[in-house]
């Protein structure tokens, strides 16, 4: 007979074998686990499981009570991830903490306190720290540990085993740099400090059961296993030999360790040494895996206008659909969920689509009928990667670049397939003449400046036209053929900064029009009007009759003189500066600006506005006389003309819809995120790892992802065995866009005391940083540190009722402190503040200028403190504020700790390594030296292992030039670099490693899974 459960498991389609159950806890014979964000409770022996969440956000981390009674997790109810408890055996879950930041459950003290992590009190939530909550809520409880990530508290409670640092966390398999993991053990008796035994390996999430310590280490086997270090004896044994998979996110209740490895959930006794699967039977709706019909006008992402802009082919969430402009109704092109299509272009007789699919598992070109019906591949070159193309004006030829940067030109009737160039960085940046016998393009030089050539297609041959001597960086053929637009930097204006003169050149891009014919004039000449001279021409014996010469004349084509057309340039009288490309029209050209478009005309010889809207896709039909734009969420088809509404020219996309299958996406986005390493992972070799088995091996886990966070999970693990830097995976559709009431903070620190809450330091900002908004440093607001918050919008808070827990739903709002002197109501005051949503910003400030003033003290003034937070924009104007305030002390400490990387450093250490050269004496100013803002002292620079990407890069510059010691922790390890991400169709994002960074002196990578 078949058992209910066994019957509900055939009936729903459910297997025994369920995976991706995450992020386990172990109490006697019961296991918590996250599956499909929801929390669910089985029997390790298996049955079926029981769900005990349903919420559509995340619930993650759980963590029975020592008695078993409670459950402890991370959940986010109310659109931040908090703490929560629960009953064990399922019922309401109630808030417990309410701060803004995100808060990771990580267990429970013996003495029935949740422990949990987060950044609540860190400078700019740098590292999260220990707190320590009832579960009955109330004020959360600091601890004297501000890094951790893990952790576990010994049987008595006296002490804690963690790790500072969650590198556990990285898509980073065989990481060796400097977030490294290790086991911690902090004695809260006396406050001391000390570390298990370590290499180079790491080590982490530590489980203290009696005299043992349990964690996961990855120092053998090229994978991570369970490992025990015996506190008595100081000796270290490894319990598992896995070497497929890693042992990940372990827990245990100090019989048994519950944790993951290859997606299945497997328990260990501690008393036998023996493992088991646990399979329980996972029972659901799965309801984030149906089908189900969206509309999708709010998910457009690319346009292309018909050749009479009757129409626009719209792609959105991967499928294109041509709508119409006015009336008609909206085709769904492709209809095809389970594989991607995009970068459509209109054939110019308007009979088919050309478009970008990857139905055959590669990125192939499609043609399908404009009415719709079955789409034929192209028959191009297979081995050829194509990420765009486009048509030539006649449709007989297609132009295409590949992920190796290099152009082929496809003919559509004979499907032969020729080379046009390899452009280095890219092939991108090109244009067909109007009469498809010619393709402009620029390709840069050795000097990295681009330089114009031009490409005959009928005798495959390509001229050089401009020397390179300046940065040419846009062409486009006027569609009349009379120009070549050429946009190029060749205008070289000084932009001294305030504190100083510098070579720094700003606005240099300028818009020329280069005349293709010798016998063109200045088209910008004055104009003269003139009485023209009427010519009587009789046509010869036998010649063309009416318009028949016309059309002769029309064939041959535009004529281009290559001998000396790179300089007949004329420079048109507009604003280029700002210029993202540029699109020849007819007898002018259209400028793609961050803030819209404007065009030039060559007959009215002026600039206009053409759509003042930021613009995020846009294409023009083969006459350049239609345009479709896609500005925010509205899609648009108009002539192009000066002063475009968009609402007006706006296309009603309310039937952009299809049908979306979430497996068939996830099976489509991961093996895209495979090709998409594949192709532009820095090393083509992909490190000598199998990289079609690594795939293989992780596509056997999408049959069970069950929820959109499920596939990032896999697609970092597969990414991981990449062993590199800079390799992330993010975001994507879950489904529910769930409501948030964010939680405002007051900017200050508080302390209980008998009951009472009050401030134990108030955050009023720094005169040098008005971006770090104070609201209890605002004028007329005055609260002392030492009085007591007595209740907020009458609201009581004490020891039970957290500030946090009343300003949810109050951030920029003004809410009324009740404040005393004392812990009573009688002679208090009221003061109004306005609590803001992020305090770390303030935070950090009021932390730089206690370690600048702490130097300042502890040197009598004769150091200088300088922090440096990143290596973009808040990193440059950090180290410039502070160096010119105190480029005249003796010496200079650099602070680059928690440095969060950006831009490669360079200038930075060219600021610092910079050399008086000579004096200048001036009379009643006395001698200066030239320079005069150099450092000429001593110079440290302080590190450690929060510190990376740039943040490596900084202090190996800083090394190399001599300009000082490095003082502290080795750095993160990554420089193998990124430039930018591969967008996912849900949404989601994906990087890849595409660039490293190595020492010219020893051939050798810098800093890469080092530090």
């Known amino acids: 007979m078949v058992s209910l459960a066994l019957a509900l498991a055939l009936l729903q389609g459910d297997v025994a074998d369920a995976r991706l159950m995450r992020s386990p806890d172990i109490h006697g014979d019961r296991i918590v686990f996250t599956y499909a964000s929801d929390l669910w409770l089985a029997d390790r022996r298996g049955g079926v499981a029981r769900r005990l969440t349903s919420h559509p956000g995340m619930e993650m981390y759980a963590k029975f009570s020592p008695d078993g009674t409670k459950i402890a997790f991370t959940g986010s109810y109310e659109g931040n991830a908090d703490v929560y408890v629960m009953p064990a055996e399922g019922g309401e879950p109630q808030r417990v903490t309410f701060g803004p930041e995100g808060d990771k459950v990580l267990g429970w003290t013996p003495d029935g306190k949740i422990a949990y992590a987060s950044t609540a009190g860190s400078p700019g939530y740098v590292q999260p720290r220990l707190w320590l909550v009832s579960p009955e809520g109330g004020m959360p409880i600091p601890t004297k540990i501000y890094e951790i990530s893990d952790g576990s508290f010994s049987p008595d409670g006296k002490k804690i085993a963690y790790n500072r640092v969650s590198s556990h966390q990285f898509n980073w398999r065989r990481y060796r740099g400097g977030t490294q993991g290790r086991i911690s053990i902090w004695d809260t008796t006396n406050d001391s400090y000390t570390e298990l035994p370590s290499g180079r390996e790491n080590s982490w999430i530590p489980m203290w059961v009696g005299d043992s310590i349990y964690y996961i280490s990855d120092r053998n086997q090229n994978a991570v296993n369970l490992y025990r270090y015996d506190t008595k004896t100081r000796k270290t044994e490894q319990i598992t030999r896995y070497a497929d998979f890693d042992v990940r996110l372990p827990s245990t209740d100090g019989k048994s360790i519950v944790f993951e490895l290859g997606g299945k959930l497997m328990v260990l006794d501690l008393a036998t040494r023996k493992v088991e699967t646990v399979a329980p039977m996972v029972l659901g709706d799965k309801i984030l895996t149906r089908p189900a019909l969206r509309r999708l006008s709010d998910q457009i992402g690319e346009v292309s ?565 990143n290596t973009s924009a808040e990193g440059v104007y950090g180290l410039l504020k502070g160096f010119f305030a105190q480029f005249d002390k003796d010496a200079l400490i650099l602070d680059e700790r928690f440095n969060g990387g950006g831009w490669i450093p360079t200038f930075m250490v060219e600021r610092l390594a910079q050399q008086v050269v000579a004096g200048a004496y001036a009379r009643n100013v006395g001698p200066e030296q030239i320079p005069g803002q150099v450092h000429t002292g001593p110079k440290v620079m302080l590190i450690n292992q929060y510190a990376g990407s740039g943040g490596d890069m900084l202090p190996w510059l800083f090394r190399r030039m001599n300009l000082g010691p490095l003082i502290g922790m080795r750095t993160w390890g990554g420089l193998v670099g990124i430039s930018g991400s591969a967008p996912l169709v849900d949404g989601g994002f994906l990087s890849s490693p595409s660039f490293g960074i190595f020492d010219p002196k020893t051939n050798k990578w810098i800093a890469e899974n080092t530090g």
């Open 305 to 869: 206008v018909s050749p009479s802009g009757a129409r626009v082919v719209v792609e959105a969430r991967g499928e294109l659909f041509s709508v119409p402009a006015k009336n008609g109704i909206t085709r769904n092109l492709t209809d095809s969920t389970g594989s991607r299509e995009g970068k459509a272009v209109w054939a110019p007789d308007g009979s088919k689509v050309y478009y970008l699919g990857d139905a055959s598992g590669e990125y192939r070109i499609y043609e399908v009928p404009q009415m719709g019906g079955e789409p034929k591949m192209l028959a191009t070159d297979p081995s050829h990667r194509i990420e765009r193309f486009t048509l030539s004006p006649n449709g007989k030829l297609l132009a295409y670049s590949t992920v190796t940067n290099d152009l082929y030109l496809f003919d559509l009737e004979k499907k032969t397939t020729e080379k046009v160039f390899n452009g280095r960085y890219s092939a991108d940046n090109y244009d067909w003449s109007p009469d498809s016998k010619w393709i402009a393009y620029i390709k840069p030089g050795d000097n990295l400046l681009g330089a114009v050539y031009l490409y005959n297609v009928e005798k495959k041959q390509s001229t050089q036209v401009t020397e390179g001597y300046y940065n040419d960086q846009g062409v486009a053929f006027d569609a009349n053929g009379q120009y070549l637009y050429l946009l190029s930097a060749r205008n070289f204006e000084l932009g001294p900064g305030d504190f100083e003169l510098s070579m720094n050149l700003v606005n240099s891009l300028k818009l020329y029009a280069m005349l293709l014919r010798k016998d063109q004039g200045n088209p910008l000449e004055p104009k003269s009007d003139e009485e023209p001279v009427q010519e009587a021409q009789k046509p010869a014996a036998g010649g063309p009759q009416q318009g028949q010469g016309q059309q002769e004349k029309k064939d041959e084509g535009i004529r281009i003189d290559l001998e000396g057309l790179g300089n007949r340039l004329v420079p048109l009288p507009v604003n280029a500066a700002d210029c993202r490309g540029i699109v020849g029209l007819q007898g002018g050209v259209l400028m793609v600006k961050p803030m819209g478009l404007q065009a030039f005309s060559m007959d009215q010889r002026r600039g206009f506005d053409v759509l003042q809207a930021p613009v995020r896709s846009l294409d023009v039909n083969p006459k350049r006389t239609k345009i479709a734009f896609l500005a925010g969420r509205t899609v648009g088809v108009s002539d192009i003309r000066e002063g475009i509404n968009p609402q007006a020219a706006a296309v009603n996309t309310g039937d952009v819809e299809a049908v979306v299958d979430p497996r068939a996406e996830w099976r489509q986005m991961y093996w895209e995120a495979w090709r998409y390493q594949r192709d532009h992972f820095y090393d083509p070799n992909m490190l000598g790892l199998d990289w079609k088995a690594i795939g293989n091996k992780y596509a056997e886990l999408l049959p069970f992802v069950a929820h959109r966070e499920d596939l990032n999970y896999v697609l970092g693990l597969m990414i991981g065995e990449l062993g590199t830097s800079h390799a992330y995976v993010g975001g994507g559709d879950r489904g529910v866009v769930l409501p948030s009431l964010p939680t405002g903070v007051l900017g200050a620190d508080f302390a209980v005391e008998n009951g009472k809450v009050k401030f134990a330091r108030v955050f009023r900002g720094v005169q040098y940083d008005d971006t770090a908004e104070a609201p209890l440093g605002a004028p007329g607001v005055e609260v002392a540190e030492g009085e007591y918050l007595l209740a907020i919008d009458g609201k009581q808070v004490d020891e039970k009722n957290p500030p946090s827990k009343w300003l949810a739903g109050k951030v920029g709002k003004p809410v009324t402190l009740t404040v005393n002197k004392e812990p009573k109501p009688e002679g208090a005051r009221k003061v109004v503040v306005k609590p803001i949503a992020d305090d770390g910003r303030l935070r950090y400030a009021q932390w730089v200028e206690d370690n600048r003033r702490k130097v300042a003290e502890m040197s009598g003034g004769r150091i200088g403190y300088i922090h440096i937070p």
